[in-house]
């Protein structure tokens, strides 16, 4: 009962933070190579 619980969690947390944190890499790494 506890491993898909888990397993829930992980995949809601993964694609929350997923795209958010490839979104503002892109941002910074851009601006700081135009510079």
């Not at 009962?1 to 995949?11: H, I, L, S, Y």
């Given at each position: 009962?506890?491993?898909?619980v888990?397993?829930?969690?992980?995949?809601?947390s993964?694609?929350?933070?997923a795209?958010?944190?490839?979104?503002?890499t892109?941002?910074?790494?851009?601006q700081?190579?135009?510079?």
């Amino acid at each position: 009962m506890e491993e898909p619980v888990a397993n829930e969690d992980a995949t809601i947390s993964a694609p929350e933070t997923a795209p958010e944190t490839p979104e503002t890499t892109p941002t910074i790494d851009f601006q700081c190579s135009s510079t």
